[in-house]
Structure formats: structure tokens, C-alpha cells
């Protein structure tokens, strides 16, 4: 099947500075990916999706200037977390569509931030 | 805006034990989704619904559909242990290009 990563798995970073998260496609060439976060104990809220070679579409409410991300490539996304802050703590899972099948999303195995 | 809405949000049940989850969304969608996470884990995908009256069933999980209600359930025959584990379903806006809204999830807890 489909094979989503995600680099690194886990990251403490202090407040102020960034930190980046990749996500990639394994096995497939990936033209959509999403990036969802998760509090503890909550849901997963979609916070944008990455089309190869534009702009990300952000969800309302997420702060496109904190939360940079770039799909360079059709394997890779990445989301970079600027001036990191406490709240931003969260685990990140990003997901991507696999070409022909409009339907279904494969899931990295999520990254857990946090910032201290 | 799209709300999905699933119950209970907690469950704890014993093993051999059946019991349903309930998943009410509230506009048109034509697409359902059911994944588990375990603790500290991503998703795992269960089932994809794509019609009205769809049905899906794997091991003791047996997903269904009723997409003029609005409803999806999640049925869990003769519960084991290692179905403990959060289950979320999440529906696709009609349309839309994939973009999913999650439940706040079901917390499954199946004791001996």
C-alpha cells in the first residue's frame, strides 16, 4: 500500500525559533497533501492543503505566516513552525492523496511538537 | 459549515459485548471515513463509504451508511481487547478537493 513519512517524529525546540517537518510520499507521487494538527485528547483539525508547485490553502483561522509550507516536489511537503510558542505544541500528521484515487488518504505517522 | 458529530464519545464496554458508534454529519457529503488511532499513534484507515446504503465490514468492525439521514455507524461485534483504541469517522465537503472534517472521536475501552 501507500506510504506516507514524516521527518522527524518528534521535536522540542524552544520558544522563538523554528522548526520544519517534512512529509513524504514513499511509494507515489502525491499532487495533494494535507496537514492536520491534534491536541491531546482532541481531534484532528485540518490546517491546510499543498498542491505541487502553488500556494497552500489554508483553513480559516490558520496563520499562513506562522505556518509555512511548501510542496516543492511531488514527493515532498514540508510545514515549517516560525517563532514557535508553547501553544503551538501539538502533534502534526500530515496526509497525502494518492493520483487517480480521489478519495482516499494516506496518513504519515505524525510528528509531536514541543516547544518549551 | 460542515459539523460532525459523533457518539458516545466514550465507551467503555466488555469483551463479547456488542455496541454501536454513531456518526451524524450535517450537510450533503458523498464520502465517509472511519480510522482508528491508538495512543501516541496516526491513523489507520478502516473504511471508505462512498454510497447511499454502503456497507463494509472487516474482522468484528461493520461500517454502513445512510447518506439521506445523514448517518454512519460503526458496529463492533463480540468485542476483543485489542479493539481499544479511538475511533474517528470524517466526512469529505461535497465537492471539495479532499478536504476532511473529523468527529471529535470515540474513546473505545474494551475490559475482560
Known amino acids: 500500500g501507500a506510504v506516507v513519512s514524516q521527518h522527524p517524529s518528534r521535536v522540542i525546540c524552544k520558544s522563538g525559533t523554528s522548526v520544519k517537518i517534512e512529509c513524504r510520499s514513499l511509494d507515489f507521487q502525491a499532487t495533494t497533501m494535507f496537514w492536520y494538527r491534534q491536541f491531546p485528547k482532541q481531534s484532528l483539525m485540518l490546517m491546510a492543503t499543498s498542491n505541487e508547485g502553488s500556494k497552500a490553502t489554508y483553513e480559516q483561522g490558520v496563520e499562513k505566516d506562522k505556518f509555512l509550507i511548501n510542496h516543492a516536489s511531488l514527493t515532498l511537503s514540508t510545514l515549517t513552525v516560525t517563532s514557535a510558542h508553547p501553544e503551538d505544541s501539538s502533534f502534526y500528521i500530515c496526509?497525502?492523496?494518492?493520483?487517480?484515487?480521489?478519495?482516499?488518504?494516506?496518513f504519515g505517522p505524525g510528528t509531536r511538537l514541543t516547544v518549551t | 459549515e460542515l459539523k460532525v458529530e459523533q457518539n458516545p464519545l466514550f465507551l467503555s464496554m466488555q469483551e463479547g459485548k456488542n455496541y454501536t458508534i454513531y456518526c451524524n454529519y450535517s450537510t450533503t457529503s458523498d464520502r465517509l471515513y472511519w480510522y482508528r488511532q491508538d495512543p501516541g499513534k496516526s491513523l489507520e484507515s478502516l473504511f471508505v463509504l462512498l454510497s447511499n446504503g454502503a456497507v463494509k465490514q472487516e474482522g468484528r468492525l461493520m461500517a454502513s451508511l445512510d447518506t439521506k439521514a445523514r448517518l454512519s455507524t460503526l458496529h463492533i461485534t463480540a468485542a476483543v481487547h485489542d479493539l481499544s483504541a479511538t475511533y474517528f469517522c470524517?466526512?469529505?465537503?461535497?465537492?471539495?478537493?479532499?478536504?476532511?472534517?473529523f468527529g471529535k472521536g470515540t474513546k473505545l475501552s474494551v475490559k475482560p
Open positions: 496526509s497525502a492523496r494518492f493520483p487517480g484515487q480521489a478519495y482516499e488518504q494516506y
Open positions: 470524517a466526512v469529505d465537503i461535497w465537492g471539495s478537493q479532499g478536504n476532511l472534517i
